[in-house]
Nanobody, 126 residues
Framework: QVQLVESGGGLVQAGGSLRLSCAAS????????MGWFRQAPGKEREFVAAISWSGHSIYYADSVKGRFTISRDNAKRTVYLQMNSLKSEDTAVYYC???????????????????WGQGTQVTVAS
């Protein structure tokens, strides 16, 4: 497993932007598919975005497509989530997750990931 630490959450007005970062420790980061999930109060944790180890394969939830961008820097062992045009319904705790060796040939599910960060709160005020 890798250890993951998210940062960059906060309070933003609707229509604004935030960039989340997830720093990973561990030698095998570059071989992991990385993902972002989110959980709003009273709701299940849901998939947001995922990126393959090479960055060539990316998937987004329909609700964030066109507004969010996932990227990674393997040299810095960091994955990012750029969130633009934020809406009140984006309010949630955002979690970074790692899936060792996952080829990312289709949209991943929560159980594909075996390492999770502690989460960072994103609040969008309308």
């Amino acid at each position: 497993q890798v250890q993951l630490v998210e940062s960059g959450g906060g309070l933003v007005q609707a229509g604004g932007s935030l960039r989340l970062s997830c720093a990973a420790s561990g030698r095998t980061f570059s071989s992991h598919t990385m993902g972002w999930f989110r959980q709003a109060p009273g709701k299940e944790r849901e998939f947001v975005a995922a990126i393959s180890w090479s960055g060539h394969s990316i998937y987004y939830a329909d609700s964030v497509k066109g507004r969010f961008t996932i990227s990674r820097d393997n040299a810095k062992r960091t994955v990012y989530l750029q969130m633009n045009s934020l809406k009140s319904e984006d309010t949630a705790v955002y979690y970074c997750a790692a899936a060792p060796g996952l080829l990312l040939l289709s949209r991943p599910v929560r159980t594909d990931f075996d390492s999770w960060g502690q989460g960072t709160q994103v609040t969008v005020a309308s």
